[in-house]
């Protein structure tokens, strides 16, 4: 049975594993290449490129048994980030949200926070994935994960430690699980880590 300690230890390892193949995403408004490196790619494509590494990484746990964007039962027109185990009994069903405080330009994004804290659900944050988790009817274990890319100026432990202390006055929280990945080709998203979450 897959635990959630070694789920968030290989999506560290699959995000080191996708970025030595130096991918490159595309700016969706001008169409032009950001800088390669798995860490300018959008969450949704990001998470698509972790699973598909995931397989590879450990066929007896991942392979064909590791889905992406799969809808709620009771609300099929939001989808769950990553389930894994056997559809639609799934082990697991996680929802994933990117902590990315530099831009691939160099600049801090400013409005990155609104995908982690606030607790209104129109922002779609990991906080309200806590809530939205919780009152699914998804079978199995459920959990939060969060990666995110750091630099000296911007820690990522101040926006982890936040979220902690609002989702753990809800009372949704289990322990802290995290791994960290380094030596990224990408000029400002070189190093991080990634934390998860089981949700109750």
């Known amino acids: 049975m897959l635990e959630l300690e070694q789920l968030v230890i290989d999506f560290a390892k699959c995000i ?3 970025d030595a193949k130096h991918p490159q995403a595309k700016n969706a408004r001008t169409n032009e290449f950001y800088r390669p490196g798995f ?7 990001a998470v698509d490129l972790v699973a598909d590494a995931l397989q590879a990484l450990n066929p007896a746990i991942y392979e064909e048994r590791t889905y992406t964007s799969i809808p709620y039962p009771s609300a099929p027109r939001q989808k769950c980030d990553l389930c894994i185990g056997e559809k639609p009994i799934w082990d697991w ?10 831009g691939d330009n160099g600049k801090p994004n400013d409005n ?8 209104y659900p129109q922002h779609r944050s990991a906080l309200t994935d806590c ?21 000296e100026s911007y820690p990522l432990e101040p926006a982890i430690n936040a979220f902690e202390v609002l989702a753990r006055e809800a009372k949704f929280l289990g322990r802290r699980y995290e791994a960290h990945f380094a030596n990224l080709v990408h000029l400002y998203h070189q190093f991080g880590a990634v934390y ?4 109750s």
């Open 112 to 119: 990155i926070l609104m995908h982690i804290l606030p607790p």
């Open 196 to 199: 998860g979450w089981e949700i």
């Open 131 to 151: 809530f939205k988790l919780v009152t699914s009817e998804f079978p199995g274990r459920k959990a939060v994960l969060i990666y995110g890319f750091e630099s």
């Open 39 to 45: 860490g300018p790619h959008p969450e949704a494509q």
């Open 16 to 18: 080191e594993e996708v």
């Open 93 to 102: 069903s996680v929802e994933v949200k990117m902590l990315r405080l530099i």
